[in-house]
């Protein structure tokens, strides 16, 4: 047996059927959502849904999985979609070109087998596990990967035992003033340092500008993976 599968048959046997009956929600498609959907893709999940507002620009270079040179100024989902179908042209793509938003009611995400929230926006993030937990989804949830070097220091667990991770600290507080005390999430012990900023960019005037936060090649992605990788798991374990 030598196709698209094999490799992964091997691994789950008979339960890949499961994997290509999945339904999985990737929410968010920078460093750490780019490369989850397409350790999806190629684990065979048979639909996938796919949000992000964004575009592609230079700075999603050094990380993205989505972003080439080819793909500069195109929607990130329109240029994960391509991505995807270059890799299982059988895979079932519903994309939704937009921020996700507990408001929008153009996307129904309540059939999907597990959620991966790859958003960075605090409120937004909370708004969906919130979603998630109301309908019974299970979902697991991208904490900090910026201003961090070591990929090592990821590790699966719930909000409750989180520790250093400062995004860690603000959901739990922002879901426990939403009454959820528990959810899955990949956090980082590491302590995340101080991004460098260009000369003449930091002081402006009175004010200092906000440096965003930086990342690299080889944190987003492993976060990404790792997702992906706990999504797969649930699905052969429980679907």
């Known amino acids: 047996m030598d196709d698209f599968y094999s490799r992964t048959y091997g691994l789950f046997g008979d339960s890949i059927e499961k994997i290509k009956s999945s339904h999985v929600a990737v929410i968010g498609l920078g460093g750490v959502g780019g490369e989850a959907a397409v350790a999806l893709c190629r684990s065979g999940v048979g639909k996938l849904t796919l949000i992000d507002g964004d575009i592609v620009v230079k700075s999603n270079l050094n990380r993205q999985a989505v972003s080439f040179v080819s793909t500069l100024g195109m929607p990130k989902v329109r ?11 059988d895979v079932e793509i519903d994309v939704h070109e937009c921020f996700w ?6 996307i129904d995400l309540s059939k ?20 998630a937990h109301n309908n019974n989804i299970p979902i697991i949830s991208a904490m900090g990967a910026g201003n961090k070097v070591d990929p090592s220091a990821f590790k699966v667990a719930d ?9 860690s600290k603000v959901m739990r507080k922002k879901l426990r003033d939403m009454g959820i005390n528990h959810t899955k999430v990949v956090f980082s012990e590491e302590q995340p340092r101080t991004p460098f900023s260009r000369e003449g960019e930091e002081e402006k005037g009175n004010y200092v500008k906000r440096v965003s936060p ?22 052969v374990d429980n679907k």
């Open 112 to 131: 999907c087998d597990y959620i991966l929230d790859c958003i960075d926006s605090i409120g937004a993030k909370a708004d969906l596990i919130k979603y």
């Open 101 to 106: 938003t507990k408001d929008n009611i153009d």
């Open 159 to 167: 909000i409750s035992k989180t520790s250093v991770d400062p995004l």
């Open 214 to 235: 930086s990342s690299s090649s080889f944190v987003p992605p492993v976060v990404g993976l790792i997702m992906a990788g706990e999504a797969i798991k649930y699905i």
């Open 79 to 89: 240029a994960c979609e391509k991505l995807l179908k270059d890799i299982n042209p």
